[in-house]
Nanobody, 121 residues
Framework: LQLVESGGGLVQPGGSLRLSCAAS????????IGWLRQAPGKERVGVSC??????RTNYADSVKSRFTISRDNAKVYLQMNSLKPEDTAIYYC?????????????????WGQGTQVTVSS
């Protein structure tokens, strides 16, 4: 399963971005999807996730009320509002077939190449 992220870029503090994750040649319907990020010099951490069937979601405390994950039959999205400089990172989407939402790195078996998000004035 090959994943492709898009939508990253440079935005001022307080701004918004929407990231998208799509599968190349496959449907994401049967996969739980996570968004994870890695800031320079730091470990990669889970930001948000969505389950495959029920659409259950979860968020890291640092992004609750600012980020929203959603999915349709083709893509998974991460709407990021009220962005802060500390949100600067490479954002990855990842997939696993166990179905449930998880912010844990190790459960994911398929990864995208990442998209850079930079929040700076």
């Amino acid at each position: 399963l090959q994943l492709v992220e898009s939508g990253g870029g440079l935005v001022q503090p307080g701004g918004s971005l929407r990231l998208s994750c799509a599968a190349s040649g496959f449907s994401l319907d049967n996969y739980a999807i996570g968004w994870l990020r890695q800031a320079p010099g730091k470990e990669r951490v889970g930001v948000s996730c969505i389950s495959s069937s029920s659409g259950r979601t979860n968020y890291a405390d640092s992004v609750k009320s600012r980020f929203t994950i959603s999915r349709d039959n083709a893509k998974v999205y991460l709407q990021m509002n009220s962005l802060k400089p500390e949100d600067t990172a490479i954002y990855y989407c990842a997939a696993h077939e166990k179905g449930y939402c998880s912010l844990t790195n190790s459960i994911y078996v398929s990864w995208g190449q990442g998209t850079q998000v930079t929040v700076s004035s």
